[in-house]
């Protein structure tokens, strides 16, 4: 059964989930922890009435909404599920965004959907956790996103998310540098010339793969800024082949040399089309804090992200046992309109409180799913 | 006997050097911490090349090699290959008996599943096979020592090696690398046989037993063991040393090989490949419930071979669901057939990742357009999917298979017909009636050989895999015609 973004029971848990999102981090452990559960499974009951495959699979799995008490026992969509056209709470008539996702395994893409208030919720999420540790000390910079708009590139969710921030984090807004014609690196590079001459502190917001492409460009030219203090880079996603692969050390090494940006300031964030809410390293946080740690992608309060073992039969592992990689799976509030826990083929670790990335799930070589028929075709 | 990962006829010696190298030993026995796929390691025997086994060794071996095979008669060479394949078809052999064990250890094959492929694999490479595969191609046996009279067509034929042949093995059929050297030493050509480091036990193990024998052709064989990401100039060298190259692999491979052999060289290529089965209008109607609980253990035996990860292996059987028994009752028994082979055939053990995407592709067929149902054995180590396809449904292999609905021939026509350059072998089952129809379609659809279900994973040695004629490409053919 399909819902309606203003039936009463969907917008009551909307308008709550949004509270706990803007709130519930002042909330004590506890407290924090019942309320997380018990808008989980208020969730996962709307969306296993909605979405006919995700019912089914959780039926396979043996959980339904008459007998689930705890958010550990929803059973995770697995991330290929968005291949299919169905991960969505109302009819298509609700689209309101469509985020291509970057593909798991073969070629084909999958579709996650966003109804307009679900995007709202969204963008919620992504600007508290934003704020949170991306501007813990507050700081209004100017936003320099390496990046082309969401007008020009509406199914990228990066291009929404870091939008998103730069309206509505501090006043003094920014631009895109990513054209139709690709990288405008003259205009950026003005710019950044302009903010430094200004002493004005700045935040590149850039995939990870963009940064090293600039990177590589300053160091052809012997380029080098002196950025004013409180300036910030945050880069976002993997290389896949796009750019050189350079290390995280030797990438924070250069944009300290390129830019006079150190390192507590260079913040590292996982996204997802088929998640709202993004994985900010916690770095500056710790550094404005006066912590000393290493940085760990951590969960925001209205999120958890657990290890899967990857025995196939949906067992977590215990969140200290750091020494063993698994799948990530991602408990997500924001996720409104989908599934609100994915299971990724990201392979990961517990770290610290957080979290760590460590690569992808890879099947082997001679096992079929390693091709897909467009591959094939396409040879 | 030691476990090693190469064989090299004594003519190398002096251009090697012996080290050794630690296979992991594939185990995902997944505990309360997570799954362990290194289960330890087995230190095995390895090479470590000299320039001069380029530059030197290569070159006297393959022309030691092929003098030897110049002077051996086809027949007395058969009778050799056929003694070695004997040889691994006793059960108290053991040589066999060690690459049950080894082999199980590295790939995670169950140890029924190596023996299984063992036989499968010798079997199919006794005298009499042998003799049919040349006469097969050749016409005669005698054809590949002398010229021999043509009459029909007035002249005399010889057929003569085309080498010397580089074969590069894959890991995903236990024991199945030996067919390369044996094709080559049927055709009297000298081989040098690149292993995968996947699985580089058995290749060496097949040409000790010639060596124990004392056979000539003990010294006509020379099998490799590198990884090509860091000896990539190997693979480089014997490809310019040889004249016919085999390869095994997957897309990646197929293009390397495709653009590295330049004419005159020849690559005989054996990249991935689809199976999948038919079961036609009608085909079950009436029969007795025996006949057709034996039609769904020949198919389970189709796909529990070599855990379905060999290319002949089904990933799809097309059901007609017109006049056929109901689907459902049919995919029952399925089940039950499929549950037998997990005592009988043991699947494989799966690394974590392996183990972790099989299930995520499984899960996430729950929200897949046209699939009906996801049936699974109690140890969820088989799966059948009740599927209307709308394009053909490749599985993951190990025991995953695919069951289609279908009503008319041109539903699975069309879905198999983008494919037609990956399509192999098709199992059919129909009406006596639909035997033609599908026999031409099939052909015609890129199909390189069809057989009844359950005969999938046992193709004869006459069988011109991918629709090539193995041995005969392997040869060159000298006519005297004309000559008064």
């Known amino acids: ?379 | 006997m030691e476990l090693t990962s190469f064989y090299l006829p004594d003519i190398f010696n002096g251009h090697y050097k012996t080290g050794a190298i630690e296979i992991s030993r594939l185990g995902s026995e997944c505990g309360e911490t997570g799954c362990d796929d290194n289960a330890g390691n087995i230190k095995i025997a390895a090479h470590e090349l000299k320039d001069s086994f380029f530059t030197e060794g290569l070159t006297r071996f393959y022309e030691n090699a092929a003098a030897i095979l110049g002077s051996l008669k086809i027949k007395d060479i058969i009778d050799t290959l056929d003694c070695v394949s004997r040889q691994f078809l006793d059960r108290d052999n053991p040589d066999r008996k060690m690459a049950i064990e080894a082999i199980s250890a590295i790939t995670g094959f169950s140890k029924e599943s190596a023996a299984k492929s063992i036989e499968l694999e010798f079997s199919s490479s006794l005298k009499p096979e042998m003799i049919a595969a040349v006469i097969n191609e050749f016409g005669s046996l005698e054809i590949l020592d002398e010229f021999i009279p043509d009459a029909r067509n007035n002249r005399r034929s010889r057929a003569l090696p085309a080498g010397p042949v580089f074969a590069v093995s894959s890991s995903n059929i236990p024991a199945l690398p030996h067919l390369s050297i044996m094709r080559a030493f049927l055709t009297k050509n000298p081989v040098a046989v690149k292993t995968s480091f996947d699985e580089p036990i058995f290749t060496p193990l097949y040409m000790h037993a010639f060596r124990k024998i004392k056979s000539p052709l003990s010294e006509c064989a020379a099998v490799l063991c590198y990884k090509s990401g860091e000896n990539a100039g190997y693979t480089d060298k014997f490809i310019d040393r040889a004249n016919v190259i085999i390869a095994y692999g997957g897309i990646a491979a197929e293009k390397y090989f495709a653009g590295r052999i330049k004419y005159p060289k020849k690559l005989i290529m054996h990249p991935h490949r689809l199976g999948f089965g038919i079961i036609g209008e009608g085909a079950l109607k009436d029969k007795p419930a025996a006949r057709l609980d034996e039609l769904a253990r020949s198919i389970a035996l189709d796909a529990a071979t070599f855990d379905q990860r060999a290319c002949l292996a089904p990933h799809i059987y097309f059901y007609c669901v017109e006049d056929n028994e109901n689907i459902t009752d049919f995919i029952a028994r399925l089940m039950r057939a499929f549950e037998y082979y997990e005592e009988k055939l043991p699947p494989a053990r799966l690394s974590g990742a392996d183990n972790f995407s099989r299930r995520a592709f499984l899960d996430s067929l729950n929200f897949e357009k046209g699939v009906a149902d996801i049936y699974e054995t109690i140890s969820k180590k088989s799966a059948v999917i009740d599927i209307t396809p709308s394009k053909f449904p490749l599985s993951p292999l190990n025991r995953v298979l695919f069951i289609a609905r279908y009503q008319k021939p041109e539903e699975v026509l069309n879905i198999i017909k983008p494919l037609d350059k990956y399509l192999q072998n098709a199992a059919l089952c129909v009406k006596a009636e639909h035997e033609k129809f599908w026999f031409d379609a099939l052909s015609k659809s890129g199909v390189s050989r069809i057989c009844a279900p359950g005969e999938m994973p046992a193709p004869t040695m006459m069988w011109r895999h991918d629709g090539i004629g193995a041995l005969i490409e392997m040869t060159k053919f000298c006519d005297i015609e004309k000559y008064y």
């Not at chain 1, 309320?35 to 969306?47: D, E, V």
């Not at chain 1, 959780?58 to 689930?68: L, M, Q």
């Not at chain 1, 109804?115 to 508290?128: F, P, R, V």
């Not at chain 1, 070589?365 to 091709?371: A, E, I, P, R």
């Open chain 1, 1 to 379: 059964m399909k819902f309606k973004q203003d039936d009463a029971s969907v917008a009551a848990l909307r308008n709550e989930i949004a509270a706990f999102i803007k709130t519930g981090g002042a909330l004590g452990d506890k407290e924090r922890s019942d309320k997380f559960n018990k808008l989980s499974i208020a969730l996962f009951k709307i969306q296993f009435s909605a979405i006919e495959g995700y019912a089914r699979y959780c039926v396979k799995k043996g959980v339904t909404p008459d007998n689930i008490n705890d958010y550990l026992q929803i059973p995770p969509m697995p991330v290929s599920a968005f291949k299919s056209d169905d991960i969505f709470i109302y009819s298509n008539d609700d689209i309101y965004l469509t985020f291509k996702t970057s593909g798991t395994s073969g070629s084909e893409r999958g579709r996650a959907y966003f109804s307009k208030t679900g995007a709202g919720l969204t963008s919620l999420a992504i600007i508290e956790n934003a704020k949170n540790f991306m501007f813990p000390d507050k700081i209004d910079t100017h936003f320099l996103l390496v990046a082309p708009s969401p007008k020009a590139a509406p199914e990228l969710t990066m291009a929404f998310g870091i939008t998103e921030v730069m309206k509505n984090v501090g006043t003094l807004g920014g631009r895109h540098y990513i054209g139709p014609s690709g990288l405008n690196i003259d205009e950026f590079l003005s710019d950044i010339k302009k903010y430094e001459n200004e002493g004005a502190p700045v935040s590149i917001i850039a995939p990870s793969f963009a940064m090293v492409v600039i990177l590589d460009k300053l160091a052809e030219k012997n380029i080098k800024f002196k950025m004013a203090p409180g300036s910030r880079v945050l880069d976002a996603g993997g290389f896949k082949g796009r750019s050189r692969e350079i290390s995280r050390p030797d990438m924070l090494r250069s944009i300290e040399e390129r830019f006079a940006i150190p390192p507590q300031y260079c913040i590292n964030a996982l996204g997802m089309s088929e998640v709202g809410t993004q994985y900010y390293d916690d770095n500056l946080k710790n550094h404005i804090a006066g912590v000393t740690a290493p940085a760990t992608k951590r969960n925001p309060h209205w999120a958890k992200t657990l290890v899967m073992k990857l025995d196939g039969a949906m067992n977590y592992l215990a969140p200290q046992i750091s020494s063993v990689k698994g799948a990530l799976v991602h408990f997500d509030l924001s996720n409104f309109d989908r599934a609100l826990a994915i299971l990724t083929d990201d392979l990961g670790c517990y770290k610290e409180d957080g979290f760590e990335v460590c690569g992808r799930i890879k099947e082997g070589d001679v096992k079929g799913c390693s091709l897909t028929i467009e591959e094939l075709i396409k040879n």
